[in-house]
């Protein structure tokens, strides 16, 4: 049994801490920009606007950034909040589309790509902001603009690299483990009941078949030739050419510019310059699209602060929860 005392000291000392925390928090509440971070219509939105570019005009460039792994995935906790958010980029496209004062999108792309599904979505959402809206969107590559990187830069006006950037890659991989051969050295059994032949196809606990892989690989060539053909109509290309470059390897920006992949090389400022000159919109003003800093990401950095938490180990988490099944992918992995 614990003496009177100690209790004593105990309860003093979780009080301390305790009181410490709300004082942290409180103190993030104090010196916090509510008006910034809580802006109603920025909250609606989900994310917010801001200038790095004055302009004279009414009109507007519009800076949006593709950063991560292109994966139609949530943060699975309220302290992870940096990681890629699909539908959230997607809406954002949209409203810079029907934004009426938006004259020009640049998409700055910093992805080794990711999902076939994502990609498209991203594609498809570019291709109908082209037609319908009659915009004019330009990519801006970064350190890596590679596989679906280099898939949803294809449909743009114009792409623009640094001379060290990474893209290319064009193609489609799918992936998974086999354990069989360690199973089988350490008396591991394991049991599988099926539907059918190729349920468990891609299974970790036996090799493939010729069957299987010849079922698998017709998958991939299948999403290999809508790779192919999204470079054929946004490049105009010749089919030929594009399988030829399109053989898995990486390019740097400036090998992409000799091989017609990309238009321009410069940074993100030079392709906000080409824009303005390009489309003549010399006074406009330049705007970056944010993820809105609203309640949730608030507490989440708060929290953050208070218990000196590191984003990577959610990372880490989210990528191990996400990898539980192979899938076909737009990816440029090392």
Do not use: C
């Not at 792309?109 to 969107?137: F, L, M, R, W």
Request: hydrophobic share 40%; charged share 25%.
């Amino acid at each position: 049994m614990m003496s009177k005392k100690r209790w004593i000291a105990l309860v003093i000392a979780a009080g301390l801490f305790f009181a410490s925390v709300g004082f942290q928090f409180l103190t993030s509440l104090v010196t916090a920009d509510f008006e910034s971070m809580f802006d109603m219509q920025d909250l609606n939105k989900g994310y917010s606007e801001k200038v790095i570019e004055d302009g004279t005009g009414t009109n507007k460039i519009a800076v949006l950034h593709l950063n991560g792994v292109i994966q139609d995935t949530t943060a699975s906790t309220m302290f992870n909040t940096s990681s890629y958010n699909h539908k959230r980029f997607l809406d954002m496209l949209e409203q810079a589309a029907e934004d009426r004062s938006v004259n020009g999108i640049i998409l700055r792309v910093n992805t080794p790509g990711g999902g076939v599904v994502e990609s498209a979505e991203i594609h498809d959402k570019i291709t109908e902001i082209q037609e319908e809206y009659d915009k004019p969107i330009y990519a801006s590559m970064g350190n890596t603009a590679a596989s679906g990187g280099y898939y949803v830069s294809a449909p743009t006006d114009k792409i623009v690299a640094h001379n060290a950037t990474l893209t290319g890659s064009i193609g489609v991989i799918m992936e998974s483990f086999n354990f069989a051969e360690f199973a089988e050295e350490h008396g591991i059994d394991f049991n599988t009941i099926k539907s059918g032949e190729y349920k468990d196809i891609m299974s970790m606990s036996r090799e493939m078949t010729d069957d299987e892989r010849a079922i698998l690989q017709a998958m991939i060539d299948d999403m290999y030739a809508d790779f192919v053909q999204v470079i054929v109509d946004g490049r105009d290309m010749s089919e030929e050419r594009v399988r030829e470059l399109g053989d898995g390897r990486v390019y740097t920006g400036s090998q992409a510019k000799e091989v017609g992949l990309v238009d321009e090389l410069g940074s993100l400022q030079d392709t906000i310059d080409i824009m303005k000159e390009d489309q003549e919109l010399d006074n406009a003003r330049v705007v970056e699209y944010e993820q809105g800093f609203g309640m949730n990401q608030f507490l989440a950095g708060s929290m953050q602060s208070v218990f000196g938490m590191n984003n990577d180990v959610f990372d880490i988490k989210e990528l191990v929860r996400e990898s539980n099944a192979p899938r076909a992918m737009y990816l440029y992995s090392k």
